[in-house]
Nanobody
Framework: EVQLVESGGGLVQAGGSLRLSCAAS????????IGWFRQAPGKEREGVSC????????YYADSVKGRFTISSDNAKNTVYLSMNSLKPEDTAVYYC?????????????????????WGKGTLVTVSS
């Protein structure tokens, strides 16, 4: 059974940092893309970042470029999202999702329609 479990969310002041983790089970990271998406209250879900296991390609939304970094530890089947210089507008529920098998063609453009499995999300709240 494929499972994705996010952790690391919480309350942080503006300018602070958090590192989110997405622990995956039931599959390996071969030929997989893992993406981070977020949904703020009253807003549509948006793609934040994505990483492809096959070639290491990554995607970042313009709003997080230079502040967020996605990384993968294949030995631990875990993908991380390091978030620095957090802003109140980063407040949202953050979800990780997997495209299995897949190159992440949609994920690497910020779209969620190609993602097969989703975690339940972790809440990030950035106070001003």
């Amino acid at each position: 059974e494929v499972q994705l479990v996010e952790s690391g969310g919480g309350l942080v002041q503006a300018g602070g940092s958090l590192r989110l983790s997405c622990a995956a089970s039931g599959f390996t990271f071969d030929d997989t893309a893992i993406g981070w998406f977020r949904q703020a209250p009253g807003k549509e879900r948006e793609g934040v970042s994505c990483i492809s296991s096959s070639d290491g390609n990554t995607y970042y939304a313009d709003s997080v470029k230079g502040r967020f970094t996605i990384s993968s530890d294949n030995a631990k089947n875990t993908v991380y999202l390091s978030m620095n210089s957090l802003k109140p507008e980063d407040t949202a529920v953050y979800y990780c999702a997997a495209d299995i098998p897949g190159s992440g063609s949609s994920c690497l453009r910020g779209y969620s329609y190609g993602m097969d499995y989703w975690g339940k999300g972790t809440l990030v709240t950035v106070s001003s």
